[in-house]
């Protein structure tokens, strides 16, 4: 399992220096309005994609081991035609910033992205890591090298160059899957619809009770995004959502960690090693994720404005704010997991809702008056009422105390020495 962790971690991280390179090329290139267009966009794709994942998200993971390849991929291709269908068609009346012809390569970006998540998270399903991670990375390898030659090589200034990005990224993304799962998409039969009915209710049982909470959440991580256009503009959104990329990269470490756990958690019935694993899992979280936080936090307005242009200082406040939030949020990403890994999707959701409730008393309140700080304040706090909630009840089930997750300088020594081992491990293989 330290193995499965180290290189999603590995992953994650080649991915997220990616991701900062595309978003310096972007905001360098079209300036903070551009920037902002971008950001919006791909918060409609991942708006979307919520309520495509009710029956193509998590519950892949979770009914992997449970149903085979074909009961499961058909009734979610499907779903996520459907809903890219009827939610693109929406986003016309919505208008979320973006014009009319981008939402329409919103709509068929939305279903490429579904039909990839279907593969990568069936990996997930049967623990294979290490090809999800493959496929994981790809997605930004591609995008970084379709902007690169759009706005450096051929100099071009719209944002079609990310749209072609995300088009190769998605469509690569899905055919590697493919790839990967040869051995089931060999089997792929269409069978009759009366079969797949016990499939697709549990589907929609896992998934609705998941998705749900992550509709909520995403409310409470991006409504932000959508107050800044409603009350400044696109530009404001662009140097908001710079920073909140770069903060939310802490989350690496928690993500990395959180998609092991949940692929072993979803495969046992054994209550107490998922609390206790959770329990280690989160405290070698918190240490790393702090380092990180102070890391960044101690970055000068001079340095973004280096990066990603001179309208892009203001980052610098920003992060500081939301530092504290985003450091607890490390512990809900954790716990969010274990309660997705034993099949209790709710109590994300209850968190999430109580998050989404400051983010909405706040918001309206301190976004009008206070620009992108009062967005980062308002972040900030729903980030912790988040981890705090899942905190309490996760302490109350668990029977654990505050003295537990101290890290012990027995449990340092033996990471120390896994971490050795990969290391010569991964050495003798070279």
């Not at 301190?366 to 905190?391: E, Q, R, W």
Request: hydrophobic share 50%; with cysteine.
């Amino acid at each position: 399992m330290f193995n499965k962790i180290i290189h999603t971690f590995g992953t994650k991280i080649a991915a997220a220096v990616i991701n900062f390179l595309i978003a310096v090329v972007i905001s360098q290139t079209l300036g903070d309005a551009g920037k902002g267009v971008q950001s919006l966009m791909l918060t409609t794709i991942s708006f979307i994609l919520i309520f495509a994942e009710i029956v193509c998200g998590e519950s892949v993971v979770f009914l992997a081991s449970r149903h085979s390849f074909s009961k499961i991929f058909v009734p979610s291709l499907l779903w996520a035609l459907l809903i890219s269908a009827v939610m693109g068609a929406g986003a016309f009346f919505f208008s979320p910033g973006v014009a009319p012809d981008i939402v329409i390569h919103i709509a068929v970006l939305s279903f490429i992205a579904s039909a990839s998540a279907i593969n990568f998270r069936y990996l997930i399903g049967k623990e294979e890591i290490k090809k999800a991670n493959y496929n994981t990375l790809l997605q930004p390898l591609l995008i970084i090298l379709t902007v690169l030659v759009y706005y450096v090589a051929l100099k071009k200034t719209d944002i079609y160059g990310y749209v072609i990005g995300l088009y190769l990224a998605y469509g690569c993304s899905f055919l590697l899957g493919v790839w990967m799962l040869q051995k089931e998409y060999r089997q792929l039969r269409l069978a009759r619809p009366a079969e797949y009915k016990a499939v697709l209710a549990d589907l929609f049982k896992y998934g609705f009770l998941n998705q749900t909470g992550h509709f909520v959440q995403f409310f409470n991580l991006r409504l932000n995004y959508y107050l800044l256009y409603a009350y400044m503009d696109e530009g404001r959104v662009g140097v908001y959502s710079n920073a909140v990329s770069l903060a939310e990269a802490i989350w690496i470490v928690s993500n990395s960690i959180a998609l092991v756990q949940y692929a072993r958690i979803s495969n046992t019935e054994d209550r107490e090693y998922a609390q206790r694993l959770t329990l280690q899992l989160g405290k070698i979280c918190l240490l790393v994720s702090a380092c990180a936080v102070v890391v960044l936090a101690l970055l000068p307005a001079s340095v973004y404005c280096f990066i990603f242009g001179p309208e892009f200082g203001e980052m610098a406040g920003v992060i500081r704010i939301l530092a504290p939030g985003v450091l607890l949020y490390c512990i809900f990403l954790i716990l969010g997991h274990y309660y997705s890994g034993t099949g209790r999707y709710q109590m994300n959701t209850f968190a999430a809702l109580c998050g989404l409730i400051v983010t909405c008393l706040l918001g309206f309140i301190l976004i009008p008056k206070m620009d992108i700080m009062g967005a980062a304040v308002t972040a900030s706090i729903a980030y912790s009422v988040n981890a705090l909630f899942l905190l309490a009840f996760f302490m109350r089930e668990a029977h654990f105390q505050w003295k537990d997750f101290v890290l012990t300088r027995a449990e340092v020594k033996t990471y120390l020495s896994e971490f050795k081992h990969y290391l010569s491990k991964t050495e003798s293989h070279e």
